[in-house]
């Protein structure tokens, strides 16, 4: 084999290229160990044996990102200095629904460190681009809250040590959050671990506040640690407000979080502190909690205090499940019960009706599922979507909001229920409100040889069938939704007659086979 010249010159340049390339590699890690742009002393000397390994830990371990924040007001730039102060080489994820404006003023040096993935859908970003986790490398995640100032690495290595150690013990395994109590904000701002219920069956969140630094939820100020690979098994791991999104779903995954506290290593300031910006960061994040529980179904949440909070449906707006079809209410198929807010609407209406017909002396009774709620535990059936009552149709003429009906035309009364006699069929409807249709009806039966009966039937309904007077001779009080309501007497044998042996015993849903079918 010949060499020629031109070949020999090749391979000493590409062994100078190799030497070259040493220098250089060696200069930029003595550039990391000891030449990094301030680090500030945090009681570990930075000598080179150890900064390999700080180098993986800052750089493989945890990825800092930033969720919470306002577009119009917030501290992200001198929060995320901090953070590359003591942490030079941090990955720094900035998620935003769409692009902030006004843009972000980060040091453009640190561009390397920092990426803003905007979820947001667009037409020209690919789907890759809008998901954060795949810029997350780390076997680690911290969620920082905006205006938390990181003086030193303590409390993140911290959070770190403290979960490896949690999980590497076998009771506490099923602790997969650390969060970090910052010290330096307003009473009512400090973290305070909570126990959190969620119960989507009855569409509730029930906070209580928890003794323990174990927990279900931390409240207040805080950063959150836990390990990417559990972030990513989450629905929806960056639904704001990011805490309430994060505790609802690792509550209903049975992790816990441990609160911990570093007083020493992190300081935090406010973005909001004139009274406009306070003003315009609540009604975001109002609307924020509004459309988070909407998708979330959650419509009730009560607090420690044991104040009720609101989010489903209101007088003034349509109830919360569409038009039922086949007796089986949308929210069935979806493992859930009537939303609570609806069922107090029914509650309501019920009350307001019974009141009517009592006043008026109506001979009125209990009727189907209503009565049936009321001998299982004195109230409607917790998926059941409307109250039924039969009354003598002799009595209409006592009870002017009824009589004076025209088929098919409502009217609203004083206190804005709707009252409507059904074209169809024979019975009245008195309606929660005009918008919202949670609603009672009124079954007239007449008397034929001794047996009540009337001139139209809903085949679909076992229940609605002809049955003796004698049930109602004399009609008897039953317990039902808060009130003592006029009922037929031996109710046991009256809904042993209607629906059939055991039905008091034997709850089931409407029509429990269509159940069976595949759901998503
Ligand atoms: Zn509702």
Partial sequence: MRITRSQLLLLAAIGINFVVLYYVARTQQGLDQGMGPGVPEDGEHRCSRQTSSNVIYEKDLVTFVFR??????????????????VFPLAQILIISDKQPYPPLSLDVASSNNIRIVTMGISPNQSQYMSRPENFIKTEYVIF???????????AVKLMVSK????????QMHHVRLVALKVDAVAESELAACQTLNVDLKQWTLMYSSSGSHICDTVSGTHAVLLRTVDLVTLGYPYARPMQTSLYIQ?????????????????????????????????NNQHERVTNLYDSFGIKKVVQPTGEIEWYG?????????GTIIDDMPEYLYEGRWTPPCCMEHLRETAHYVFRILDSASIRYWLEGGSLLGAARHGDIIPWDYDV??????????????????????PSVDDNGYVWEKATEGDFYRVQYSVSNHMHVDIFPFYTKDGIMTKDSWFKTHRQDTEFP???????????????????????????EFKFGEGVIENPQYPDPEKLKMPQN
């Avoid at 979080?257 to 973005?271: K, W």
Wanted: aromatic share 8%.
């Fill in 313 to 321: 449906c209101k007088r003034d707006t349509a109830r919360c499940f």
């Fill in 68 to 85: 919470e924040f306002e577009n119009f007001n917030n501290m992200i730039p001198k929060t995320v200095s901090s953070v590359l102060k």
């Fill in 469 to 495: 007077e004698h049930y109602l001779k004399p009609l008897t009080k039953i317990n039902f939704a808060g009130m003592q309501v006029s009922a037929p007497n031996n109710v046991r044998e009256f809904l």
């Fill in 144 to 154: 920082l809250p905006d205006g938390i100032e990181i003086l030193t690495s303590s």
């Fill in 388 to 409: 039924d009552v039969g009354m003598y149709k002799d009595d209409i003429a006592k009870c002017p909001k009824l009589a004076d009906l025209k088929d098919g035309i």
């Fill in 163 to 170: 979960l490896k150690s949690i999980q590497g013990s076998k």
């Fill in 250 to 282: 690792t509550t209903l995954r049975q992790w816990k979080v441990a609160l911990i506290s570093s007083s020493e290593s992190v300081s935090m300031e406010t973005a909001h502190t004139d009274a406009h910006s306070q003003w315009k960061y609540s």
